[in-house]
């Protein structure tokens, strides 16, 4: 006599390769983008700020996730000089969030005060940098966030998890 049990994992399987997949990956890549979001909003509205010479600075940033654009700054003087590409090698399983602002005094403003100082109170080098130091857990969570409120709705991929193994022997 010959007894055994058999375990058919193969739904739980496709469920689990869906989950990590395309629900973790498009959670966090939503996550990723509305952090960018607060952070272009943050380089303009907390100190040090972006200098603000003429407003175009402000009005340059643009976002990117995994190399595609997902928002533009809404502070300042919108231009047509705001950055719509962006390509970079990303690693399998990274996913890549950038800001950038794109006016010919961006990077040196960012590292060195103008002589004589900004002209604006509140203006300061290292405008972007900044705000990464200063608020970095809270961008974090906010990307925790999307995961959170997708693992929590179920979405689909929960749906074959209620099914009964086939049991045999």
């Given amino acids: 006599m010959k007894s055994g049990m058999t375990l058919d994992t193969s739904e739980f399987d496709k469920q689990i390769h869906i989950y ?3 629900v973790v990956p498009g959670a966090t890549k939503e996550g990723m983008k509305e952090a960018l979001m607060q952070l272009m909003d943050d380089v303009s509205l907390v100190e040090p700020t972006a200098p603000l ?34 390509k970079e090698p990303i690693a399998d399983g990274n996913i890549v969030g950038v800001v950038g602002y794109n006016r010919p005094y961006a990077a040196r403003w960012h590292e060195v005060e103008p002589e004589g100082g900004f002209k604006v109170s509140g203006c300061g080098k290292k405008y972007l940098e900044a705000k990464l130091a200063m608020f970095g857990g809270k961008y974090v969570k906010i990307i925790a966030g999307k995961l959170q409120q997708a693992h929590s ?17």
């Fill in 53 to 86: 010479l003429d407003s175009f600075l402000r009005g340059s940033g643009s976002a990117f996730v995994q190399n595609e654009l997902v928002a533009f700054s809404k502070h300042g003087i919108i231009t047509d000089k705001q950055v719509t590409e962006h």
């Fill in 153 to 169: 709705s179920g979405h689909s991929w929960m749906s074959g998890f209620g099914t009964s193994p086939r049991v045999g022997g």
């Fill in 20 to 22: 990590t997949h395309v």
